[in-house]
């Protein structure tokens, strides 16, 4: 059974930290491409940072670039989204994604909310 547990979401202020984890069981964790996307209320689900799957190469949406770093550790089948400077606009829930787009699988998380607010 795949499954991807999303956890490490919460309450914080402006400015501050959280780090984002995502475990996935049930299929070949090194061999899938990770993402974080995340949706606001009233939103279009959105990407925030992508992973390949050796680790080698990022991306990240505009919004976010130089305060948002995703890694992943292939040997604890996790993905890591670390949140710096969070502002109030980072609020949404935040799901993970596991692809191979050259065998159109995909799999999501359930998600888990961040809150920015004072």
């Known amino acids: 059974q795949v499954q991807l547990v999303e956890s490490g979401g919460g309450l914080v202020q402006p400015g501050g930290s959280l780090r984002l984890s995502c475990v996935g069981s049930?299929?070949?964790?090194?061999?899938?491409?990770m993402s974080w996307y995340r949706q606001a209320p009233g939103k279009e689900r959105e990407l925030v940072a992508a992973?390949?799957?050796?680790?080698?190469?990022?991306t990240y949406a505009d919004s976010v670039k130089g305060r948002f770093t995703i890694s992943r550790d292939n040997a604890k089948n996790t993905v890591y989204l670390q949140m710096n400077n969070l502002k109030p606009e980072d609020t949404a829930v935040y799901y993970c994604k596991a692809d191979r787009s050259s065998y159109g699988i995909i799999y999501w998380g359930k998600g888990s909310l961040v809150t920015v607010s004072s």
């Open positions: 049930g299929f070949i964790f090194s061999t899938f491409r």
């Open positions: 992973i390949v799957s050796n680790g080698g190469s990022t």
